[in-house]
């Protein structure tokens, strides 16, 4: 009887091994036959010190801890071309910055690709589990719909509250013209008091209070260092399993959870009061309209949370990735400045269909935009056996056949900074009015994915831009070092924004307060 059973286990030992070979040799030969059917090959690969990868996945944490993932992956691209894969534990993961490649993933065959699998595990605890971050499908195409409603609900586009708001950033800048200071860290502030008063009511709330206000520092904490270790743990990859949340990382997604709740539960309250009463129903509070929808808890998490992010962070960078060119490129500062004046005369605050009429403004945020995009790197995941258009064989231009559950990684900074696409000067900052329209698409790569904040980001950031020069006639960079990236979700300059400025005379809409100026103009708060 041991006899037997040693000698089944004996024949298992060998056909286990034997089974396993031919399994993967018959995967491979159907992938063969795929790939040859749609004239596919092979990109380059990225060379190793080990079979696993891990060599990259340490050099990938380095680089991250020192903030230089960006420039050493715009490296490896000028060394090993616009497409290619690297391996991690077996598994293929390509990267690209052909902006045909990343137009097929976002636009042409966006079908094909999704985020779901991927992020679900890692970006979850943050974002929720019916967030348009972290869904595919029916959960975030119906998000998606209801975006463009509940923030036109709002009546954002008046610019009231983002201008009470800016009033209180204006009173965090140094008195004392030629001062240096933070501008970063300002914006920080400011943004986090408009998103908490714009997306939950919290309106007693501006960037000066907001320092002096331990309840609302805890939330926006717990917002920030959520993202951070979300973003860690996703460059990690699979390894990630091995470095499991921190208590305190666990911590922070419990404030985040437990404070939506409050905020939901509040609007609730409110919102039946009001309509109970007839009374009219609170103007730019973007939650109230996200309770009158009447979803389950775990859809308005995900909403809310999504859209407080999404419309914060976003707006946030880019108006200190934008501050910090100016600051060194004082001739446009004058020019946009000379446009500014001539289309809003003695401090008359901007209105949205006037700065869509200043060519000049579109073009230095999409230059920003080109420079330091908000998300400079972004990946997905293919739902089912596809191809990338362009990419492989010896001269690069060949399909790429990409099997289901693949990662592909979308490097948009890489991109704007291709020389074959920008000319030589690719790395300066260069806004131009009569940007052509073609690469004005690829500065953005518009995508059925495209960040929500964006519907709020850019109107807002006309507006900052506008007022940023009514009021500070001069702006200079204090601070030498060279650009570094902070990757979160977005990505700001690791090394602030140090900046002073020269008030212009009656640059503060003409010294008045803002409420005479809301009164003035019919617009009841």
């Not at 030969?29 to 596919?40: A, D």
């Not at 077996?90 to 991927?118: C, H, S, Y």
């Not at 206000?213 to 990630?240: H, N, S």
Request: overall charge positive; charged content about 25%.
């Amino acid at each position: 009887m041991f006899l037997h059973l040693s000698f089944d286990i004996t024949n298992l030992y060998i056909v286990l091994p034997v089974l396993t070979i031919l399994l993967i040799s018959i995967r491979r030969y159907r992938t063969y036959l795929q790939s040859y059917s749609n004239n596919c090959q092979p990109c380059p690969h990225y060379p190793y010190r080990d079979p696993f990868g891990l060599d990259v996945v340490i050099q990938n944490a380095k680089a991250y801890k020192a903030a230089q993932i960006l420039p050493n992956m715009e490296a490896a691209f000028n060394r090993f071309g616009n497409t290619w894969q690297r391996n991690f534990l077996f598994t293929p993961l390509i990267m690209t910055r052909d902006p045909v490649n990343i137009q097929a993933v976002l636009l042409a065959k966006d079908e094909d690709w999704g985020v779901q699998d991927e992020r679900n595990k890692i970006w979850t605890p943050v974002f929720g589990k019916k967030s348009l971050f972290t869904s595919d499908g029916h959960v975030w195409s119906y998000s998606r719909t209801l975006i463009k409603p509940a923030i036109n609900a709002t009546e954002y586009k008046s610019f009231d509250k983002f201008e009470e708001h800016f009033q209180s950033l204006l009173r965090l800048v140094p008195e004392e013209d030629g001062k240096t200071f933070n501008m970063g860290h300002i914006l920080e502030a400011f943004m986090a008091a408009f998103g908490l008063d714009y997306f939950f009511g919290s309106e007693n709330l501006d960037a000066v209070a907001i320092e002096h206000e331990p309840a609302a520092k805890k939330v926006i904490k717990a917002f920030d260092d959520g993202l951070i270790e979300m973003i860690r743990r996703t460059v990690l990859g699979k390894l990630a399993i091995f470095f499991p949340p921190s208590k305190q990382s666990k911590e922070h997604c419990a404030t985040i959870e437990r404070f939506v709740d409050e905020q939901v539960s509040i609007s609730k309250a409110y919102v039946q009061k009001a309509d109970k009463e007839g009374k009219s129903k609170r103007k730019h509070v973007l939650i109230d309209e996200v309770v009158r929808m009447g979803h389950d808890r775990e859809f308005q998490q995900g909403f809310l949370r999504t859209l407080f992010i999404g419309g914060t962070d976003t707006t946030q960078v880019l108006l200190a990735n934008m501050t910090w060119l100016l600051a060194r490129h004082p001739e446009v500062v004058k020019r946009l400045r000379e446009e500014v004046l001539s289309a809003f005369p003695d401090g008359a605050r901007p209105d949205l269909v006037e700065l869509k009429k200043i060519p000049y403004i579109k073009a230095v945020i999409n230059e920003t935009f080109r420079l330091h995009p908000v998300t400079p790197i972004t990946n997905r995941a293919a739902r089912k056996n596809t191809t990338l258009p362009t990419g492989g064989g010896p001269s690069g231009t060949s399909p790429i056949y990409i099997r289901k559950g693949t990662r592909v990684f979308l490097a948009t900074y890489a991109v704007h900074r291709d020389a074959t696409i920008w000319g030589s000067d690719a790395s300066d900052f260069k806004p131009n009015a009569g940007f052509p329209s073609s690469q004005e698409r690829r500065n953005r790569f518009p995508g059925v994915r495209v960040c929500p904040g964006m519907q709020l980001a850019l109107p807002n950031a006309m507006y900052y831009l506008a007022r940023f020069v009514q009021v500070f006639e001069e702006v200079e960079a204090r601070d030498e070092r060279e650009w570094r990236d902070e990757l979160k979700i977005t990505c700001p300059n690791a090394n602030g924004v140090h900046i002073a400025v020269r008030r212009a005379k009656g640059g503060n809409v003409s010294g008045r307060d803002i409420a005479e100026v809301v009164k003035e103009e019919g617009r009841d708060e």
